[in-house]
T-cell receptor
Framework: QQQVKQSPQSLIVQKGGIPIINCAYENTAFDYFPWYQQFPGKGPALLIAIRPDVSEKKEGRFTISFNKSAKQFSLHIMDSQPGDSATYFC??????????????FGQGTILTVHP | NAGVTQTPKFRVLKTGQSMTLLCAQDMNHEYMYWYRQDPGMGLRLIHYSVGEGTTAKGEVPDGYNVSRLKKQNFLLGLESAAPSQTSVYFC??????????FGAGTRLSVL
């Protein structure tokens, strides 16, 4: 049972384009939504994260948009560069009770940015 | 500062063989996690630990066992490997219940 659904599965853009990756969740107890970036042969690394008390968070060229009522959030990469080519995972977790920071991941999006 | 180190990096097993994957972290983190990554499935939690001497089941625990005898180490065992366990395994550790730090992974093939 996939509680976090991510789309698209793969995405190809030209340098300077703005790729958008979307995620939808079901569990209303989720209150922390990170994005992880993974390069080939490496482990995932935290890129940016948001909590549901804000609708948008920006760090450099990366922006998360969050829609609590729709239970959706998305990652936008401004002025994308070939070095951004990687697999991106959205995730969700809840802070309360016995969750212990366990993350539920989306299926992943393979992003390719052409020069 | 090594962070999270996983050994081995690659392994090929025959069906029915056993093996142990080692995860070591030098950040004094309380929480540690084992995930498996399969194409189109994202990362799925196998087992996790909230401190030395504790372990708990994640989303896909069947066929795996874990131990955390020392705070810095989290071991993942396969008692009788099956082809369905062919995957890339990632270990992660955390101190804040939010930010998880991942190792580089172990690529396992079961023939």
């Amino acid at each position: 049972q996939q509680q976090v659904k991510q789309s698209p599965q793969s995405l190809i853009v030209q340098k300077g384009g703005i790729p958008i990756i979307n995620c939808a969740y079901e569990n209303t107890a989720f209150d922390y939504f990170p994005w992880y970036q993974q390069f080939p042969g490496k482990g995932p690394a935290l890129l940016i994260a948001i909590r549901p008390d804000v609708s948008e968070k920006k760090e450099g060229r990366f922006t998360i948009s969050f829609n609590k009522s729709a239970k959706q959030f998305s990652l936008h990469i401004m002025d994308s560069q070939p070095g951004d080519s990687a697999t991106y995972f959205c995730a969700a977790s809840s802070a309360g009770g016995t969750s212990y920071g366990k993350l539920t991941f989306g299926q992943g999006t393979i992003l390719t940015v052409h020069p | 500062n090594a962070g999270v180190t996983q050994t081995p990096k690659f392994r090929v097993l025959k069906t029915g063989q056993s093996m142990t994957l080692l995860c070591a972290q030098d950040m004094n983190h309380e929480y540690m996690y084992w995930y498996r990554q399969d194409p189109g499935m994202g990362l799925r939690l196998i087992h996790y630990s909230v401190g030395e001497g504790t372990t708990a089941k994640g989303e896909v625990p069947d066929g795996y066992n874990v131990s955390r005898l020392k705070k810095q180490n989290f071991l993942l065992g396969l008692e009788s490997a099956a082809p369905s366990q062919t995957s890339v395994y990632f270990c992660a550790s955390s101190y804040s219940l939010n930010i998880q730090y991942f190792g580089a992974g172990t690529r396992l093939s079961v023939l």
